[in-house]
């Protein structure tokens, strides 16, 4: 076999890692759509796709739980200024 031919397979099989790990990501599933699209390819992308949400759990990689506090910044007096700000402006 032409070891150029491998090179490029093994390109496109890590692409459909990567494209798994974004896929996956929109479901909070980034690990398993790295795991599928390594694996499995195209079908894996598929199946990665289809696979319910998983809740978030809140937390962060690095332990830090203010990570993706949603909209609990609105009750900090930043936001509560924010908010007053928009509302004189009518938004």
């Known amino acids: 076999m032409n ?5 490029v397979v093994a390109l496109f099989w890590l692409g459909f890692a990567v ?3 974004w ?3 929109m479901r909070n599933r980034a ?5 599928l699209g390594l ?3 195209p079908l894996g992308l598929l199946i990665a796709v289809l696979l319910p949400e998983k809740p978030y759990d809140g937390g962060s990689a690095n332990g830090n739980t203010t990570a993706g506090g949603g909209l609990d910044w609105r ?4 936001g509560k200024r924010w908010a007053k700000e ?3 402006k009518g938004r």
């Not at 070891?3 to 090179?7: D, R």
């Not at 009750?75 to 930043?78: G, Q, R």
């Open 3 to 7: 070891a150029g031919y491998l090179i």
């Open 19 to 21: 494209l798994g790990v």
């Open 23 to 25: 896929l996956g990501g």
């Open 31 to 35: 690990n398993e759509g790295m795991i």
């Open 39 to 41: 694996l499995l390819g």
């Open 75 to 78: 009750n900090t007096a930043e």
């Open 86 to 88: 928009q509302m004189k």
